[in-house]
């Protein structure tokens, strides 16, 4: 009979745990790559060239990212997406090295979520 009714809170509550296991959200991050002058301004707050990477995760997983120039505020609240003549007028305005495709670092595109497989 304990055999029996252990089984059956088993049950339950693997049942509980597993509706509670299917986790999905969105992240997103910044990462500034150029420093701008200090008269570029968008709604009175400085803002420099950087890259936004937003990941798409389902059990942890990464399933979908996206990673695009932005414009990011120095305190990184703001973000302004850039499109290709936008990155080309700043290339030609300040001077500035931007990669064709825009790439995060290691570190926050992984975020060190490294996991450690063993049997």
């Not at 969105?26 to 701008?36: A, D, M």
């Not at 990464?62 to 499109?83: C, F, K, Q, W």
């Not at 300040?94 to 979520?113: A, E, L, M, T």
Request: hydrophobic share 40%.
């Amino acid at each position: 009979m304990k055999k029996v009714l252990f089984f059956i809170v088993l049950l339950f509550t693997v049942s509980a745990v597993s509706s509670c296991i299917f986790v999905s959200g969105t992240e997103s991050r910044v990462e500034t790559k150029e420093e701008l002058p200090e008269a570029v301004m968008i709604n009175g707050r400085h803002v420099n060239v950087g890259v936004m990477h937003e990941r798409l995760s389902m059990f942890w997983i990464p399933v979908r990212s996206t990673t695009e120039y932005a414009l990011i505020s120095d305190d990184g609240r703001n973000v302004y997406p850039l499109n290709k003549s936008s990155i080309r007028y700043l290339k030609e305005q300040y001077n500035i090295d931007i990669d064709p495709v825009p790439c995060v670092s290691f570190w926050n595109k992984i975020g060190g979520k490294l996991i450690r497989i063993s049997k």
